[in-house]
């Protein structure tokens, strides 16, 4: 045995979060393991823009001298499954499914291959549940990475619970503007703030669909760790209907990321060396985040009535044209800012398009971050000690805000309940313009409790200490690799 690779197939989610997540969790594995052999199957999103980032990535990847214990192989891409809209339910009920025969060939080739390890397992995206079937036809088990939150882990459950074992509609309940107790949160969660999927019929059966198969999987790691998400974990490890919980978190792509190729301005950081330590504030909404003139005024008005120095991340919407899904920047901002924002505040802020989110962050004069609050992002504001004020979008991203302000008290609100169709940018927002008033609030409450701030660099140094010899995450992913092994020695 010592001398047989075992080998794991990786499926990620066709998006950019989902494949980087994927490649950190494979290469910390076969870092652990050098009997791990594994095999990242690339789906090609539908968007083009979306599968050149992803290209790029992977593109990157290979010219770092990629561990050769990872390898990946691009799908072929179904034409007949191709979709304009990436939100619209067809992307998880036929894109995705429409790849399981591509997996199945890939699969079926690699084990033909002389030389070629033991199957271990399928270890696949939350939203490729269809491929379960395919690791069934080669009987070998399936695990899941959920890139999400414990938390939202246990809403997924706790919904289907609720509609087959309960008999309630979750659509009546959101209707009525009230709260439900779900287990893995700690304070009860106003419907208001639920995942965007679930908030109609066609995306309730969807989702409902998916996760009566998830309870069927050999286990789920999640992307997280105990002492962040500690309530929400033993809530999931106390339901013996739930499949094995392993928190191997916090996964944190730190190189490279979603603007793999693209080069950033290193004027930005000779600026921030210039700043005392925590004094900046740092404005960044992700991959897909961006805003129309009314509000980046209003935003531009906040920051300059909070008196603080800053850093804004700020991109152009797309197009609305669906050639691409992606916010671009600005040939020049002032097209969109108040008149002579840019003179007033040269001294004190800094207004740039694309940024490498998780070196601005890494900078000790950071010392707040206005997010989307996609889970990665938090995850990184932890690391990196750097408190963050909630601005959510889309998907479970209200969701991961309120966990953060109400349940954790690690982050501070702007905003819980914004929301945004960011594939759709001539969508309106569901609850009209953020004013400078509240921005300001936000921006001023970031930077200046202390409390929270201080939770925060508690939290990031047990961030660290959990990924070492002897931490909770550590101990999880010793077990899913002795697992791993298992699996391939007792089917010997």
Not at 251 to 264: M, N, P, Q, T
Not at 303 to 331: A, C, K, M, N
């Amino acid at each position: 045995m010592a001398n047989t690779l075992v080998e794991l197939i990786f499926i990620p989610a066709p998006g950019v979060g989902h494949i980087m997540s994927t490649v950190e969790i494979a290469k910390l594995l076969v870092n652990r393991d050098q009997r791990l052999s594994i095999t990242v199957l690339v789906i090609k999103p539908p968007s083009v823009d979306s599968g050149s980032v992803i290209a790029a990535y992977i593109e990157s990847l290979a010219k770092d001298n990629m561990d050769n214990h990872i390898s990946f192989i691009q799908l072929p891409q179904d034409e007949t499954s191709l979709i304009h809209d990436p939100n619209d339910l067809i992307f998880f009920n036929v894109f995705i499914p429409s790849h399981c025969k591509y997996v199945r060939n890939a699969v079926a080739d690699m084990s033909s291959q002389p030389g070629s390890g033991r199957i271990a397992g399928f270890v696949i995206d939350m939203f490729c549940t269809c491929m379960i079937d395919v690791a069934n036809e080669f009987n070998v088990p399936t695990y899941v990475f959920f890139t999400s939150n414990a938390a939202f882990l246990g809403f997924k459950f706790y919904i289907q619970t609720l509609t087959d074992d309960m008999n309630k509609d979750l659509i009546e309940i959101q209707n009525s503007d009230t709260e439900i107790s779900v287990p893995s949160f700690v304070k009860p969660l106003p419907t208001k703030f639920l995942w965007d999927l679930v908030q109609t019929r066609q995306g309730l059966d969807c989702v409902l669909s998916s996760v009566r198969k998830l309870r069927k999987v050999k286990a789920i790691m999640v992307n997280t760790f105990l002492e962040l998400e500690t309530h929400a974990i033993e809530s999931l490890t106390a339901d013996i209907s739930i499949p094995p919980v392993y928190p191997v978190g916090p996964i944190l792509s730190l190189e490279g990321g979603s603007g793999a190729g693209k080069r950033f301005d290193d004027d930005i950081f000779r600026w921030l060396d210039s700043q005392p330590p925590s004094s900046v504030v740092f404005l960044c909404f992700g991959s897909l985040g961006s805003f129309d003139e009314v509000q980046v005024k209003e935003i531009a008005r906040g920051l300059e009535q909070s008196g603080h120095r800053f850093v804004w991340s700020l991109r152009r919407p797309p197009s609305g044209d669906q050639t691409s899904i992606f916010p671009s920047d600005y040939e020049d901002p002032g097209v969109v800012l108040p008149e002579g924002f840019l003179d007033r505040t040269s001294g004190i802020g800094k207004v740039i398009g694309w940024a490498p989110q998780a070196a601005v962050l890494a900078h000790n004069a950071v010392g707040g971050f206005v997010s989307h609050c996609g889970w990665n992002s938090l995850l990184e504001s932890l690391w990196f000690g750097v408190p963050s004020a909630t601005w959510p979008m889309y998907a479970e991203q209200q969701m991961n805000a309120f966990e953060m302000v109400v349940d954790l008290g690690l982050a501070v609100e702007i905003k819980l309940d914004y929301r945004k169709d960011v594939f759709n940018p001539k969508a309106h927002n569901t609850v009209g313009v953020v004013t400078a008033g509240v921005i300001e609030s936000g921006i001023r409450r970031v930077m200046e409790d202390n409390d929270v701030r201080t939770k925060v660099k508690e939290m990031s140094v047990k961030s660290r200490l959990t990924m070492m010899d002897g931490g909770s995450s550590y101990a999880s992913v010793g077990l899913l690799i002795k697992d791993f092994i298992t699996n391939v020695t007792c089917s010997s």
